[in-house]
């Protein structure tokens, strides 16, 4: 079954994958996708923003979740506040390299739901076992960045990394949610107002970054691996040491200062990690330069190779014009201007990478360009030149 066939067929689900790389291939009403399934006997029933491990997780943590909610609803409230701040660095990322909200959701809820729920089992068994303190300081960073990183490594069997921002945009990702779980457990058990604001201070306004500083170098990882077509097992190496290393200092550092009554020491931390966080910010700006210099000298290239019109390339040349145009469309129409943005981008880093496209993939890519333009913005008025 091709793309040709699928022209006129509206309803989105699993159908065996045209290129017979995999057994089931997801076809989203428009165009095929990326997620694919290696079932060979039954079609996945799950939603791209679910997963089985989702699922299961989901019945079990849920409702813990909705008995701290319940014991101190501010508690809720406030943990939610730092995961609006910094979905608008995720929201300017989504401009500059769109990928679709179902994954993003999905990766959220892994966070949330996944990774708080196996490292709360095992982190309490080793508090059981061995103490509070070696829980706090060895069990939940070895665990945690586990679970964590896991989750990128789905994303990435779903083929939804495609370079380092991809790769770094998943680990913030379930990282945010794993820290809004988790700052609602910490937030309902303080014993009174006071201490939730002094803990929702330390927690949410002084370092909501933390936890995706610490996964930050696993998606890096990733990335790389992707982007330089190399072992994805060999950069995971370095990036969840790392990941575990800064988390450990961080817990190692809190809980010494406590220990020896000397909480105002945890100050002189925080500026330390900003710094960090900042420097990680300003890499990734560096990143998402030289992603859109690569992106502009493909786009020539794209235009020759698969029929790009020309005030297509004149939109997606230029960055300013792209925002430009961008802001004059409804919602649906963003929807689609974004998924063809997507798919140049793809094909711009596939064609602008290190290794040569394979057959198959440069097949899926210039389905899912084909498929996009043909719902895109191709009525909208293109801005005048400045």
């Known amino acids: 079954m091709t793309t040709q066939d699928f022209k006129t ?131 939940a960073p070895i665990v945690e960045e586990a679970t964590k990183g896991l989750a990128v490594i789905w ?35 303080t014993p009174d107002f006071g201490s939730l604001l002094y803990t929702f201070f330390l927690r949410g306004v002084l370092s909501p970054f933390a936890h995706p500083l610490f996964t930050f170098w696993i998606g890096l990882g990733v990335g790389l691996s992707v982007r330089w077509q190399q072992s994805t097992f060999a950069h995971v190496l370095w990036g969840y040491p790392l990941a575990v290393v800064g988390h450990a200092s961080w817990n190692g550092g809190i809980t010494y200062s406590i220990e020896i009554g000397e909480e105002n020491l945890v100050w002189f931390a925080y500026p330390v990690y900003l710094v960090l966080f900042l420097t990680v910010l300003g890499g990734m700006f560096l990143i998402l330069r030289r992603q859109q210099r690569v992106f502009v000298q493909q786009i020539p290239i794209l ?40 798919s140049l981008s793809k094909l711009a880093l596939a064609h602008g990478g290190p290794g040569k496209v394979s057959r198959t993939q440069e097949e899926l890519l210039a389905s899912q360009l084909q498929s996009a333009r043909m719902s895109a913005f191709t009525t909208a008025k293109i801005p005048d030149r400045a």
């Open 9 to 139: 067929e509206q309803i989105p689900g699993w159908y065996s994958d045209p290129w017979g790389a995999f057994a089931w291939r997801w076809w989203d009403g428009s165009a095929w996708t990326a997620n694919v399934s290696l079932r060979k006997t039954g079609e996945p029933k799950l939603p791209n923003w679910l997963s089985l491990p989702v699922v299961i997780s989901a019945f079990l943590s849920i409702p813990l979740i909705l008995v701290f909610i319940y014991l101190n609803p501010v508690a809720g409230f406030l943990a939610l506040m730092p995961l609006v701040l910094l979905f608008v660095m995720l929201w300017v990322l989504n401009l500059v390299a769109p990928q679709p909200w179902s994954s993003r959701i999905h990766a959220l809820l892994w966070g949330a739901l996944v990774a708080t729920l196996i490292s709360g089992f095992f982190n309490t068994v080793v508090a059981i076992i061995l103490g509070e303190q070696l829980a706090t300081i060895a069990s």
């Open 155 to 189: 994303a990435l069997r779903r083929k939804e990394i495609d370079g380092i921002v991809d790769g770094v945009t998943y680990s913030t990702l379930v990282a945010l949610g794993f820290a809004v779980v988790e700052n609602i457990t910490y937030f309902a058990s």
């Open 303 to 342: 235009a020759s190779r698969y029929q790009i019109s020309e005030p297509e390339v004149e939109i997606f040349g230029d960055w300013r014009k792209r925002f430009a145009t961008r802001r004059q469309l409804s919602s649906p129409q963003r929807r689609n201007f974004d998924r063809l943005h997507a």
